[in-house]
Structures are given as structure tokens and as C-alpha cells.
């Protein structure tokens, strides 16, 4: 496990709803900035779900395998950012899951949610991108 990156939750800000997150991410100093740009839902063969679980899913196994081709892993990351396309609290309960097998512990890093009416694909229901350090 990487210790290159420490989470909190100020005791003066209100607690995450759901635990999904965290406040506040501080890298170690001397770190590798890792910028990723948006995941989406396309299978390594160009593929893509009707249903918006799987979206999801491929996209945080997209997000994990951008995060290993630089040598980086899941509790790298200080800051993730979700679009969520004609958002509902439905959809939640899928983010909760995968953010939850993506991580596989208690660490959580700042995350922001945006709900957003369209993506730059009609087929595409769900982004990801994220922020690095190792």
C-alpha cells in the first residue's frame, strides 16, 4: 500500500455523506504529478454498455490501468472528478460499488460529482478522471 498520499476529514468541515470520499489529500514532498485524462466506458476493443453499471465499471478498470502503465496504484490518487450524465440517486448506489472495489479499503480520495446533461459520446453515460502522485 502507498503511504505517498494522506486523506483526512477536518473535523470543521462536515463528514462525506456515504464515506465516499475524502476532504483533503497532501502528497510526501519530491512526488510525480500524475494527470489522467477522462475515462470512459470503452472496452480496450472500442466497445460500450447500454447500461450505465457497466460504464462504470470499465471506466474505473480503464482509470486503474492508465494508474499501473506509470507505475501509480488506486491509493495514489489525490483527486477524482465523476460526470455523471442525466444524474439520479439511482446511479449512486453503482458509483458506491465500484468506487468501493476500486479502492478495496478504507482510503478515499477528494472526489467531486458533476452532474451533466450530455457527454461528447450519445453512448456514453458515465467519466472519470483523476489526479496522481507516487
Known amino acids: 500500500m502507498s503511504e505517498n498520499v494522506t486523506t483526512s476529514n477536518p473535523a470543521t468541515i462536515h463528514r462525506p455523506p456515504g464515506g465516499g ?24 476493443a472500442g466497445t460500450i454498455s447500454e447500461e450505465f ?13 492508465a494508474l499501473e502503465s506509470v507505475g501509480a496504484a488506486p491509493r495514489d490518487v489525490t483527486k477524482i472528478r465523476y460526470y455523471i450524465k442525466d444524474f439520479d440517486k439511482d446511479k449512486l448506489q453503482h458509483l458506491r460499488l465500484a468506487v468501493q472495489e476500486f479502492y478495496g479499503s478504507e482510503y478515499r480520495a ?12 450519445p453512448h456514453v453515460l458515465f467519466e472519470l478522471e483523476a489526479s496522481a502522485a507516487y
Open 21 to 44: 470520499y475524502a476532504h483533503v489529500a497532501v502528497t510526501k514532498p519530491g512526488l510525480r504529478i500524475i494527470e489522467i485524462a477522462g475515462q470512459v466506458g470503452y472496452t480496450v
Open 110 to 121: 477528494p472526489s467531486t460529482l458533476i452532474p451533466v446533461p450530455t457527454l461528447f459520446d
Open 53 to 65: 453499471h457497466q460504464q462504470v465499471r470499465q471506466s474505473f478498470a480503464n482509470l486503474k490501468a
